[in-house]
């Protein structure tokens, strides 16, 4: 039997760095004014001053529709005042997935062993989720999330309890896995996400999934289709070459900040990620990708000119511009007022981005 999840939602909600914060703060913060200061860390430091064509791109921003539930391809914007999704509050009622933890060895990896990196780790921890609605023996969809975005707190799991329940989504299994460590340019984290390359991708299909079927009893289906990749800052970046490099194992993908910047560079890629949006995409044919991409008004670099190669929202406002020119299946959310994966934002976007990112999806 075929089962179409086309259907849009409704409301929204939370991942990114913040799908691994508590977002049960105060009522008071979830509105709280998002400030214009950098991560240092992650190469937000202002490098180049805003010219007069930066200013002019940015302002093409006023222009967007608002964001509304099933909204189709285009941009958006929504903001300033924002408002987290129930989607991910625990339901009485509803079957709870099965989650469960590992552990993986840096000294037992053929991909990311003990580096040495600024921050290299000797563990990493992966979470995997399994839906109550599993049949064992079928290949189940899956979630692939950078830097175990929504694991602490069971916020993606809770979210998936819900959006399954309520046939907004197939039954999908979620393998939240955590960085090598560091942060930036030189960290382990930062070779793993911020380069421009397919090993991450082959790292997670022969170190990771083949694992999490044998240990939990699950089938990971193979159809690039039914699989996605999330993430957020690095982690979104790192994303979508996930599914860049390997269309063949993922069509579906969604980014919050996505840092498709100068951090990690090299011959081939001489300005890093920002070459997806300068180059890589527009001088190659179209994938077969479906992308949900997200930044903020105040996001990493919003002051610093296109010349440093390290402004998230005019990288992100040009992947946008670049996906639209290609053909692709795509929505771009500006966020007004927000910072860089702000955690207002993602907890009243979630549900609503999942559900578009599988539109369309049909089981076989």
């Not at 399954?164 to 996400?193: Q, T």
């Not at 609503?352 to 599988?358: F, G, R």
Request: glycine fraction near 10%; proline fraction near 8%.
């Amino acid at each position: 039997m075929t089962t179409n999840f086309a259907k849009p939602i409704c409301a929204t909600a939370l991942f990114c760095a913040a799908l691994n914060l508590n977002l049960a703060s105060a009522a008071d913060a979830i509105n709280a004014p998002a400030t214009n200061t950098p991560a240092g860390g992650r190469g937000g430091r202002v490098q180049a001053p805003l010219i007069a064509a930066d200013q002019a791109e940015i302002a093409t921003l006023a222009d967007f529709p608002a964001w509304t539930p099933g909204a189709g391809v285009g941009n958006y914007f929504i903001g300033p005042m924002y408002a987290p999704a129930p989607e991910q509050t625990p339901k009485d009622g509803v079957p709870k997935g099965k989650v469960a933890t590992f552990t993986l060895n840096a000294a037992d990896s053929k991909f990311f062993p003990d580096t040495g990196l600024r921050g290299t780790t000797p563990t990493r921890r992966v979470t995997v989720y399994i839906p109550s609605q599993y049949v064992p023996g079928t290949p189940a969809p899956l979630i692939v999330s950078c830097d175990a975005y929504g694991a602490r707190n069971n916020q993606l799991p809770n979210i998936l309890d819900n959006m399954i329940a309520d046939h907004r989504l197939p039954p999908i299994v979620a393998v939240m896995i955590a960085n090598g460590g560091g942060d930036g340019p030189g960290s382990e984290r930062g070779l793993e996400y911020d380069t421009v390359w397919g090993k991450y991708a082959e790292f997670v299909e022969a170190e990771i999934l083949p694992k999490v079927e044998k240990d939990y009893g699950v089938t990971i289906t193979k159809d690039p289709d039914a699989r996605m990749t999330l993430g957020g800052s690095s982690g979104g970046s790192a994303a979508f070459s996930m599914a860049w490099f390997h269309p063949e194992l993922y069509h579906r993908v969604l980014t919050y900040s996505g840092t498709y910047v100068a951090q990690v560079r090299d011959a081939e890629n001489p300005h890093g990620a920002w070459g997806y949006h300068e180059t890589l995409i527009p001088n190659n044919p179209a994938k077969p990708l479906r992308v949900w991409l997200e930044a903020g008004e105040h996001d990493n670099g919003a002051a610093s000119g296109s010349a440093g190669f390290h402004n998230w929202l005019i990288a992100n406002i040009r992947m946008a511009e670049v996906l639209k020119a290609k053909g692709y299946q795509y929505e771009f959310i500006y966020a007004k007022g927000a910072g860089h994966t702000d955690g207002r934002t993602i907890a009243q976007t979630y549900p609503q981005a999942l559900e578009w990112v599988w539109q369309g999806y049909q089981a076989r």
